[in-house]
């Protein structure tokens, strides 16, 4: 559609930097030692692991665990899984711009995004999960190791290693 009739271009540069500079404080990264994003974020993860447990004992055998939600959970879900280019916190006495800081809420979330765990079970019990965000491979932040060099497979036990805190649990 066109809105150049209510909007010039200006118009609609400023009013993209003020929802950045929103969104970045209220859903993302925010200033450097805020952690309410993340603490909100924290159910996630664990719920998370709490269905690839499930897989591994058993007590999971859905094909789906599929949640709906907006662009609130999925910007601090990422942020608290420290994906690449969605972590970086801006200096408590910096304010947020688009010349300090690269981050961007379009990037993180845009329409139609997504965050998703493929988890795999053989017959021998060994559980491995594949992270995709937005139908892209992504590693899984902190110092979660895959698989293998370079592959984006874990094993389920290496991610609740990994993610525990970030999913407010004590690690296992």
Not at 10 to 31: C, I, M, N
Request: aromatic share 10%.
């Amino acid at each position: 559609m066109d809105f150049s009739d209510f909007l010039t271009d200006q118009d609609a540069l400023v009013l993209s930097r003020v929802s950045e500079a929103e969104d970045f404080h209220e859903k993302g990264p925010g200033p450097a030692g805020q952690q309410a994003t993340y603490r909100m974020a924290q159910v996630l993860p664990a719920d998370m692991l709490a269905a690839v447990q499930g897989v591994r004992s058993g007590e999971t055998r859905q094909a789906a665990d599929v949640r709906f939600a907006h662009a609130e959970q999925i910007i601090a879900l990422a942020a608290l899984l420290q994906l690449p280019g969605r972590t970086r916190q801006q200096d408590a006495d910096t304010l947020f711009s688009y010349d300090t800081n690269q981050w961007r809420g379009a990037q993180v979330a845009p329409m139609g995004s997504n965050i998703q765990w493929h988890v795999f079970a053989d017959g021998d019990g060994e559980v491995i999960v594949r992270m995709l965000y937005n139908q892209e491979q992504f590693p899984v932040g902190f110092d979660c190791r895959p698989i293998s060099e370079g592959s984006f497979y874990y094993a389920d036990t290496e991610l609740q290693r990994c993610l525990a805190a970030a999913a407010g649990q004590e690690a296992g």
